[in-house]
């Protein structure tokens, strides 16, 4: 069964460890050959525009000696001649990995649905998985650990940031307080997931509408 990241719990928190650990021991020899299994194709499909993102996933790939294959809405079929799942079909044949920076969760959804290669979201309006592994990535080097450290998020908890901050961290053990305005708190599904992940992690997670 083909394995996708889509959103953050798509992977389990000793997966979430040992790609952190990983990415740790990479960048302090970044510049060292390894192989990337291949050499494979990447596609990496931007409906929204990005210059960190685009550039992180392109030189990610190229170094570990991947091909990303850029592809930018305007020169794209998907979502105006051609269906996301015709689109999936078409790439699975072509390349190793799509990764997908766009709008709507629906949409990676539906091309994880019909793809057979692993489909990564590089951001969507509701999940943003790959910038919190980034995030704890740096965490973990600031501090030597995640376990039992607390993340406080202040303001708009209604998005796609709140929602992996909040199950990235319960994941990596992090205990998190939210205070946003009243009407802008988090997904009350998601901070009921966060909440079950948090007490297997033994973290805490706290919302209110006061920040202190």
């Not at 685009?54 to 170094?63: L, M, N, P, T």
């Not at 570990?64 to 979502?79: A, M």
């Not at 015709?86 to 990676?108: C, F, H, N, P």
């Not at 973990?140 to 940031?161: H, I």
């Amino acid at each position: 069964m083909t394995k996708h990241f889509l959103k953050d719990d798509d992977i389990t928190p000793s997966e979430q460890a040992q790609i952190i650990d990983s990415a740790i021991k990479l960048k302090a020899d970044r510049f060292s050959k390894r192989p990337f299994a291949g050499p494979q194709t990447v596609a990496v499909i931007f409906d929204k525009t990005s210059t960190r993102t685009r550039v992180s996933f392109a030189v990610g790939i190229a170094e570990l000696g991947g091909i990303p294959l850029i592809i930018d809405s305007g020169v794209s079929q998907l979502g105006k001649k051609e269906s996301v799942a015709d689109t999936a079909r078409v790439l699975e044949r072509q390349v190793a990995q799509i990764i997908w920076r766009t709008y709507s969760q629906a949409g990676l959804d539906e091309m994880a649905a019909n793809s057979s290669v692993p489909v990564i979201n590089a951001l969507s309006d509701s999940w943003h998985p790959c910038q919190l592994l980034a995030d704890l990535m740096t965490i973990k080097e600031c501090f030597g650990r995640t376990e039992g450290l607390k993340l406080a998020y202040v303001g708009d908890a209604n998005n796609n940031m709140a929602n992996s901050y909040l199950v990235a961290c319960a994941m990596a053990g992090m205990d998190v307080s939210i205070a946003a305005p009243e009407g802008y708190g988090p997904d009350s599904a998601v901070l009921d997931r966060a909440r079950e992940i948090a007490a297997i992690q033994g973290a805490k997670i706290s919302s209110s509408n006061d920040p202190v």
